[in-house]
């Protein structure tokens, strides 16, 4: 086995601390990383708040970068010393028919990078870590001339985002609509923009229009004008909507043109619609979630080659307290991520 150092919380309730776990010794299609970075998710908040016993113990981060630090026998797309990146999902059947799709997100034996169980009847424990053992297909070569700590949000937020915007195809001429400036909505904005797309982005807050567009928004929405909601009517293709919480969705179906897609990304939920703003115009509500390899690798390559990163306040690991803190009160601009350096 090997031994490395992780952020631990070992019942529910209980404080991250520093504690020695042990990861899988290499299996010929493994890959073991050198953490660097691991960006910090609502659903590294959501998870150390359960109460419930069969959670724990748990090690949280499922969007993180670092290094090669050794490979299997068998590994052939990676050396010692590589740039590489992990996301939310390290394992599947590889012979189902989204497997074969390229949908492994999908796969009803897909592997959780941490909280869930692995193929060998263990638990998985994640990137807030100093090493992680991963198959190489789950493993995607990091864009080297990126900073490591923007890069390492896209391995959740990025693809959360990307997924509606590449099923949409997205490119010049998309009329595309943002909810939301936060760790998903910041990232939809400026990937649509990198994709050509005209972005309109939607805000509870004034104090984010001249971020927003600085992000590569072309028109900035309050939504709690009303007179500004209204005179968006009927005018987007589709919208990403990232709100996390609970919220009414009408206003933003009634800003989509005939045929136009919301995708609820941030609240997961129970959502509802009423029927009457999908009549006219034959609009529709569908759902994303993640993604699958190869689109990942296709998302880091296309950032690399544009130069999109997140924006990230960057903490030492052994300041994870005062991240998770600030998370829960949406007090960031606009991803933590902690440097592993002092694990």
């Not at 740039?83 to 959780?112: D, H, K, T």
Request: contains cysteine.
């Amino acid at each position: 086995m090997r031994s490395t150092t992780a952020l631990l919380a070992g019942a529910p309730g209980a404080a991250l601390s520093p504690t020695t776990i042990e990861r899988r010794d290499l299996r010929p299609d493994d890959v073991a990383v050198r953490v660097t970075h691991c960006g910090v998710c609502f659903t590294d908040l959501h998870h150390l708040r359960s109460t419930d016993p069969g959670v724990f113990p748990l090690v949280p981060g499922h969007e993180f970068v670092g290094e090669v630090a050794a490979v299997g026998a068998a590994v052939t797309r990676f050396a010692v010393g590589d740039p590489v990146a992990v996301g939310n999902i390290v394992g599947s059947c590889g012979a189902c028919r989204w497997c074969r799709e390229g949908q492994e997100n999908w796969c009803e034996r897909f592997v959780l990078t941490y909280g869930g169980p692995d193929h060998e009847g263990g638990r998985t424990l994640g990137g807030y870590s100093g090493e992680y053992v991963v198959r190489e297909r789950f493993t995607h070569h990091r864009p080297a001339h990126l900073d490591p700590a923007g890069v390492a949000p896209l391995l959740c937020a990025g693809i959360t985002v990307w997924e509606p915007l590449r099923t949409a195809g997205v490119g010049p001429g998309s009329r595309v609509g943002v909810v939301g400036i936060g760790g998903l909505g910041h990232l939809a904005v400026r990937l649509a923009a990198a994709l050509g797309a005209e972005v309109t982005a939607f805000t509870t807050s004034e104090r984010k229009v001249a971020d927003a567009e600085r992000l590569g928004a072309s028109r900035v929405v309050v939504s709690s004008d009303a007179a500004a909601m209204a005179a968006v009517g009927d005018s987007l293709d589709l919208v990403v909507d990232t709100v996390a919480v609970d919220h009414d969705l009408a206003p933003y179906l009634a800003a989509l043109d005939v045929e136009g897609v919301l995708y609820p990304v941030g609240y997961l939920g129970p959502l509802q619609v009423d029927s009457m703003s999908l009549l006219r115009g034959r609009k529709r509500v569908s759902s994303s979630g993640s993604g699958g390899v190869d689109r990942t690798a296709e998302l880091l390559q296309f950032c690399g080659e544009h130069g999109v990163v997140a924006d990230v306040e960057v903490l030492p690991a052994r300041d994870v307290a005062t991240a998770l803190d600030r998370l829960a009160r949406n007090d960031v601009r606009y991803r933590f991520v902690l440097d592993t350096a002092d694990l």
